[in-house]
């Protein structure tokens, strides 16, 4: 059974800085795509950013590019993503996402159909 545990949400202040976890467990994620999405009240879920556990390659939406960065640690089982200048509008419900059963192209990663496992999602509140 893969698990996802998200932590490190909080409120911070336009312009801060915040990071969030995901740990990672169930299964060998040698081969996964870890993506991050985040959902605010009101809106559909939206992709931020995913990481090739494999290889390391990123992708980022555009609102987030040059602001966020996404990391992993292959001993720890945890996919990371630093997040700097924050918005207001970056506010929201952060969510894991783990894609593993199958390759899937990059743009089936970039929507919530392309992930198989998901976690529970952290709070990130930007206030202005």
């Known amino acids: 059974q893969v698990q996802l545990v998200e932590s490190g949400g909080g409120l911070v202040q336009a312009g801060g800085s915040l990071s969030l976890s995901c740990a990672a467990s169930g299964q060998t994620f040698s081969n996964a795509v870890m993506g991050w999405f985040r959902q605010a009240p009101g809106q559909e879920r939206e992709f931020v950013t995913f990481i090739r556990w494999r290889g390391g390659s990123k992708y980022f939406a555009d609102s987030v590019k040059g602001r966020f960065t996404i990391s992993r640690d292959n001993v720890k089982n945890i996919v990371y993503l630093q997040m700097s200048s924050l918005k207001p509008n970056d506010t929201g419900v952060y969510y894991c996402?783990?894609?593993?059963?199958?390759?899937?192209?990059?743009?089936?990663?970039?929507?919530?159909?392309?992930?198989?496992?998901w976690g529970q999602g952290t709070q990130v509140t930007v206030s202005s």
């Open positions: 996402a783990a894609s593993v059963r199958f390759l899937r192209p990059m743009e089936a990663l970039q929507t919530t159909a392309g992930y198989d496992y």
